[in-house]
T-cell receptor, first 111, second 117 residues
Framework: DAKTTQPPSMDCAEGRAANLPCNHSTISGNEYVYWYRQIHSQGPQYIIHGLKNNETNEMASLIITEDRKSSTLILPHATLRDTAVYYCIVRVEAGNTPLVFGKGTRLSVIA | GAVVSQHPSRVICKSGTSVKIECRSLDFQATTMFWYRQFPKQSLMLMATSNEGSKATYEQGVEKDKFLINHASLTLSTLTVTSAHPEDSSFYIC?????????????FGSGTRLTVV
């Protein structure tokens, strides 16, 4: 079972920041927070991951609370192409255990 | 970055026939590949774990004789849906883990839309 909770849907105006929350209150000390997204009829795409420090890459920023029980994915300037289902997943970084997907958040970017 | 190629992207087959889906890691070796199934408006559901050179491990409720998985090399895993029926119509997605321990998680194929008529 997925160990994360996300809102089922969100809307965001084009050009504005999209902030997608995720609760993972039972996260273990060695588990990372991963974010993937799935654009319609495509395979999931890796976005970003982190352990406890905030992370930023060319796609997004990841803010993890100090107690690590929740996180927020930030798309700084959302575009129509960012419309997708966003999945927050917790897992250990090493090993070959599969990704377990929850229901994710359906983000709709509106012009 | 790592690339996983999945073919075909779409397939329509008649009920009772078999369909093979290929998943290839193009620029890395994958000791482990995973197969997922996704029904409309639902999340990805893990079907099986494929390990190179050994038998696949199936999730509960997935018929191993119906969904045949072969992982004969470090770059190729195949999923064969045998005696397909309309209820097998779904979006099938593979993912692969870099043998070297790709620290960013898994790379996914683009998916195969199977329609059984």
């Amino acid at each position: 079972d997925a160990k994360t909770t996300q809102p089922p849907s969100m809307d965001c105006a084009e050009g504005r920041a999209a902030n997608l929350p995720c609760n993972h209150s039972t996260i273990s000390g060695n588990e990372y927070v991963y974010w993937y997204r799935q654009i319609h009829s495509q395979g999931p795409q890796y976005i970003i991951h982190g352990l406890k420090n905030n992370e930023t890459n060319e796609m997004a920023s990841l803010i993890i609370t100090e107690d690590r029980k929740s996180s927020t994915l930030i798309l700084p300037h959302a575009t129509l192409r960012d419309t997708a289902v966003y999945y927050c997943i917790v897992r250990v970084e090493a090993g070959n255990t599969p990704l377990v997907f929850g229901k994710g958040t359906r983000l709709s970017v509106i012009a | 970055g790592a690339v996983v190629s999945q073919h075909p992207s779409r397939v329509i087959c008649k009920s009772g026939t078999s369909v093979k889906i290929e998943c290839r890691s193009l620029d890395f070796q994958a000791t482990t590949m995973f197969w997922y199934r996704q029904f409309p408006k639902q999340s990805l559901m893990l079907m099986a774990t494929s390990n190179e050179g050994s038998k696949a491990t199936y999730e509960q409720g997935v018929e191993k004789d119906k969904f045949l998985i072969n992982h004969a090399s470090l770059t190729l895993s195949t999923l064969t849906v045998t005696s397909a029926h309309p209820e097998d119509s779904s979006f099938y997605i593979c993912s692969a883990l870099d043998r070297g321990g790709f620290r960013y998680g898994y790379t996914f194929g683009s998916g195969t839309r199977l329609t059984v008529v």
